[in-house]
């Protein structure tokens, strides 16, 4: 469902991401884990066709972001760390706007309208306008309009930040429930026990490169540490090991 083919990226002389080469399956959720400018919000604007590969290519759903990409980016929705609204409307018309852009039929909008707001809890506060919603029901709302049109492709990019326990519980029932009806899950986040809790597979990105990609025992062969995923996640991005170096470990795995 998500293919990054070779895909690196360039500012001027800086690689911010170095070959990255992989393929996300159909249903899973997969967590992309790496320390502050590692290539992980790099990687995530390819994703979303916000910037475009300096050599590679990444299809969506079959379709090349460069190329097809309106095709693409309809079966794409992404979730932002720090999420926006239109502050003049409500969380309803923001809603209806989400649901006319997608070309949604009249009926079928209105009905998934109303499950969003029933699946997030919005009715108390769903027709205010949304510049007096707090972070927590911004984030909600931003999570209904993402899910409005059943996307194939959601990327999501820190969103326990701001949330609650029953928020985040929330969140981890939409998210697992997203791969149950058949939809890639792309999970960018500094929470290792949400990532250790949730994903299907792990990718750990430092200094532009993936160096390890598995489940939670793959990355501890790749480290040669058996232990919890921060354990794990810290050896292999320590700075004293090069990318290089923890590409090699992992290659002789």
């Known amino acids: 469902m998500i293919e990054l083919i070779h895909v690196s990226k360039k500012y001027g002389n800086k690689l911010a991401v170095n070959d990255l080469d992989l393929t996300i399956r ?18 995530i604007k390819m ?3 916000l910037l ?3 050599e590679g290519s990444i299809r969506i759903a079959g379709f090349d972001l460069e190329t097809a990409g309106k095709d693409a980016r309809q079966h794409v929705s992404y979730v932002p760390d720090t999420p926006f609204l239109y502050e003049k409307l409500t969380g309803r018309e923001l809603l209806q706007f989400v649901a006319d852009m997608y070309g949604m039929p009249k009926d079928h ?5 109303d499950a969003m707001i029933d699946l997030f809890s919005l009715g108390t506060f769903v027709d205010d306008l949304t510049q007096n919603y707090s972070h927590g029901m911004r984030q909600r709302t931003v999570f209904a309009s993402a899910l409005l049109h059943e ?17 985040i519980r929330l969140l981890k029932d939409v998210l ?7 939809a890639t899950v792309f999970l960018s986040t500094h929470s290792l026990d949400v990532a250790q809790e949730l994903s299907d597979r792990i990718g750990v990105i430092h200094q532009g490169r993936l160096i390890g990609c598995g489940n939670l025992d793959d990355l501890r062969q790749c480290a040669d540490l058996n232990g919890t995923l921060e354990e794990v996640f810290l050896k292999m991005t320590d700075e004293d090991q090069t990318p ?4 090699t470990a992992a290659a002789r795995q």
Do not use: H, W, Y
């Open 26 to 43: 159909k249903g899973e959720l997969f967590a992309f884990l790496g320390p502050n400018g590692a290539g992980k919000t790099t990687t």
């Open 176 to 182: 697992r429930n997203e791969t149950k009806r058949g």
């Open 52 to 54: 475009f590969p300096s």
């Open 151 to 167: 996307p194939m492709v959601l990327i999501v990019d820190e969103p326990t930040v701001g949330l609650d326990p029953l928020g």
């Open 109 to 113: 909008g209105t009905r998934r309208i």
């Open 47 to 49: 994703l979303c066709g």
């Open 244 to 247: 290089e170096d923890a590409f």
